[in-house]
Nanobody, 120 residues
Framework: QVQLVESGGGLVQAGDSLRLSCATSRITFSWYTLGWFRQAPGKERQFVAAASWSGGNTYADSVKGQFTISRDNAKNMVYLQMNSLKPEDTAVYYC??????????????WGQGTQVTVSS
């Protein structure tokens, strides 16, 4: 069974940084596009960033220059470095994986999410 497990969330102050990690198992990692999504209370889930299986990254306009996605194919890990956090970045952050997917998806597997709360 494919597993994606996020970690690294927490409560921080505005301006702080966090790095989220997503550990994957039971997938041929290098063939998967990895994405980060987030869902704030009362809002729909939104795309944050993706790292393509074939190379290249993309970001939502709202996080460009602020967040950085990276992947380690040797460790089957994907990361989201979040800098200069703002209260509006508060959300549950989800890791997702799509087999040879475009960065728009489809994403076949999802993690359980990790909470990020940014206080002002």
């Amino acid at each position: 069974q494919v597993q994606l497990v996020e970690s690294g969330g927490g409560l921080v102050q505005a301006g702080d940084s966090l790095r989220l990690s997503c550990a994957t198992s039971r997938i041929t990692f290098s063939w998967y596009t990895l994405g980060w999504f987030r869902q704030a209370p009362g809002k729909e889930r939104q795309f944050v960033a993706a790292a393509s299986w074939s190379g290249g990254n993309t970001y939502a306009d709202s996080v460009k220059g602020q967040f950085t996605i990276s992947r380690d194919n040797a460790k089957n890990m994907v990361y989201l470095q979040m800098n200069s956090l703002k209260p509006e970045d508060t959300a549950v952050y989800y890791c997702a994986a799509g087999y040879k997917a475009t960065m728009a998806g489809p994403y076949d597997h999802w993690g359980q999410g990790t909470q990020v709360t940014v206080s002002s």
